[in-house]
């Protein structure tokens, strides 16, 4: 099992969308990043654009510059956002708490240009955004691929530059996608692979913010499974970014398989501060329809849950793009089938299936 690399208490995870190519930057290129400054880059995807032997590699880096902030100052943030009463919380759930609040405080770093090096090649990246992102997708040659990762073309890793007298290592993943078509599996989070809760607002809270996360029985062994099969995965969840750490390592004390993160971004001073644990559908048709247009022969399997708008959204995406295969839903709510039926009219019976135990699961 692939395990992503720990670097300043995050797991290394995989964000999505694209910008414009920068050309290759001198080995000893000056980086912006200070000693007091992190960067966090997320696993991502590469792809060939052809079959041809002397195809050409792109790729997505995405990343987030920031200086961390007080923990005190993060705990009191949190707790007026939220509402948690802090007093009622065990010893763990506050640690939980303070660990969990420290991201929300940072101060992101803007109009940095962060270069990243991979496969034996510097590139400069866009400029950081003020919420601290910075995304692009570069090209690589199938040679130089080939070469950095052995002929097996399954993981590249990359590093962020850093001052030369700056010994630390924040590193990334890209997953390399070397045939097509592939199969896809988009999966939710909350109540999907983790126990969340979203229809109890307290106990959602407190589960998010305040206690070790728990695995949905049965759903790591599941997604291990359809993995031995090359399975491309990527989870979309409705938390903001600054939870992605703590996400990242249950996913792999648990042993999902590593994929793409796409998640809601948070900023206390500009609109994205009403992101937090808001509406599902527009936020995950804007993640999930570009990975259908970006692959159009290749196969998806959503999975959900009855919680929220899964069952709804899912529907639609699929009566819109054919390439949506299975459609299943584990049913948090205790609904049958026969309520289901007119959110997948038109749809038919073998394209979705509603489950309660993964075990249920058909082969696909």
């Known amino acids: 099992m692939f395990r ?51 195809a050409v590699w792109e790729m997505e880096i995405h990343g987030c510059v920031y200086e961390p902030g007080q923990r005190v100052n993060g705990q009191k943030f949190l707790q007026g956002l939220t509402g948690i009463d802090i007093e009622k919380l065990t010893p763990l759930e506050l640690k939980i708490f303070g660990d969990r609040a420290e991201p929300f405080i940072v101060d992101h770093e803007r109009n940095k240009a962060i270069p990243v090096r991979i496969a034996g090649r510097v590139f400069t990246l866009s400029p950081s955004e003020p919420n601290g992102h910075f995304q692009q997708r570069i090209s690589l040659s199938d040679a130089e691929v080939k070469s950095a990762t052995g002929g097996r073309f399954d993981k590249l890793s990359f590093t962020a530059v850093l001052p030369s007298d700056d010994q630390r290592v924040m590193a990334g993943v ?40 728990r695995p949905v029985p049965g759903m790591a062994a599941l997604y ?19 939870l992605y750490g703590p996400l990242a390592n249950f996913m792999t004390e648990n042993q999902f398989p590593a994929g793409s993160f796409h998640m809601k971004h948070f900023r206390l001073h500009d609109r ?17 329809e570009p990975l259908l247009k970006q692959f159009p022969e290749d196969r998806f399997i959503l999975v959900g849950d009855t919680g929220e708008q899964d069952p709804q959204i899912y529907a639609r995406l699929a009566r819109d793009y054919s390439q949506v295969s299975r459609i299943l839903i584990r049913n948090v709510t205790h609904q049958t089938v026969e309520d289901y039926r007119p959110t997948f009219e038109g749809l038919s019976a073998d394209r979705w299936q509603l489950f309660l135990d993964p075990a249920e699961i058909a082969d696909r």
């Not at 000056?30 to 991502?44: F, I």
């Open 224 to 242: 291990r499974n359809w993995s031995a099969d090359d399975v491309r995965f990527h989870y979309v969840s409705a938390s903001p970014w600054q």
């Open 272 to 288: 994205t501060a009403f992101n937090l644990l808001g509406p599902q559908e527009e936020y995950k048709r804007s993640v999930i």
């Open 4 to 54: 992503l690399p720990h670097v300043c208490g995050f797991v290394l995870a995989l964000g999505f969308l694209a910008s414009r190519l920068t050309a290759e930057l001198p080995a000893e290129v000056r980086s912006p990043v200070k000693s007091d400054e992190l960067v966090v880059l997320y696993p991502t995807l590469g792809w060939r654009k052809d079959a041809a032997p002397d």
């Open 174 to 213: 890209v997953d390399l996608m070397p045939r097509s078509p592939a199969i896809h599996v988009i999966s939710d989070l909350d109540d999907t692979i983790k126990i969340s809760q979203v229809r109890d607002k307290p106990e959602l809270l407190l589960n998010t913010f305040c206690r070790p996360f």
